[in-house]
């Protein structure tokens, strides 16, 4: 919902964003100031490896397989419970 979304990027410049349905699947950051709608999945991350990690050819893969498709162009759809709730990120280390 809209008031978990504004707790969860309390303190965050910048949260992830995708389209929630599309031809490629493309990850950007843009400012917390932004209020996006409901064809927008907005992801309140704002490290370089997690934007790195969900625009990984495995997650988009991932994506592809756990999200559905739709319109006449049978696009992709990114649904957040699927895709990105179920995918099973890596630990981020000091070392990467």
Not at 58 to 86: E, P, Q
Request: aromatic share 10%; proline share 2%; with cysteine.
């Amino acid at each position: 919902s809209g008031a978990d979304l504004r707790a969860a990027k309390a303190g965050l410049q910048e949260v992830i964003v995708t389209t929630r349905t599309a031809k490629h699947r493309i990850f950007q950051t843009i400012s917390t100031n932004v209020v996006t709608e409901s064809k927008i999945v907005a992801i309140a991350l704002e490290n370089d490896f997690q934007k790195g990690v969900l625009s990984s050819r495995i997650h988009c893969l991932f994506a592809l397989i756990s999200g559905g498709f739709l319109g006449v162009g049978n696009d992709s759809t990114y649904n957040h419970i699927d895709c990105f709730t179920r995918f099973p990120f890596p630990d981020s280390t000091s070392e990467y």
